[in-house]
């Protein structure tokens, strides 16, 4: 039976995992490439090719005591971190909010706003509504 022994290393271009097998150094990077397209994280173009074929509602519901919360639904979290639009959509707007499920809820009505800010992202405007 053939013995592994597994050694952690640094690289320029992150972190990666060495193993070594009869003479045989082989490594392996971790998180350097894309398991959807195969490309490295530099080049990968998952998120933006997701962003251009989601199709996005921004809708403004009432809560208690007649507060608002603006919900932003239609988005893939597979293919896209909700928790960082998330923040950066809080920051911008000065609100608080969360991430339930598949969308995003910000305190307050911004509808008008998530637009320009989803729009800035790079989501394309026809497909927000």
Known sequence: MLRQKRNTCRMASGQCQVINNQN?????????ICPTCGL???LCICEEVAKEQQRINV????????????????LDP????L???????????ACGGTVKGNSIELQGNHRDRVKELLSLKGYSTENIS
């Open 78 to 81: 597979t293919d896209i971190d």
């Open 40 to 42: 490295p994280k530099e």
């Open 24 to 32: 045989l150094k082989i490594a392996v990077m971790i998180g350097g």
């Open 59 to 74: 809708k403004v519901n009432k809560r208690r005591y007649g507060k608002e919360v603006t919900v932003i639904e239609g």
């Open 83 to 93: 928790e960082d639009l998330s923040k950066f959509m809080k920051g911008k707007l």
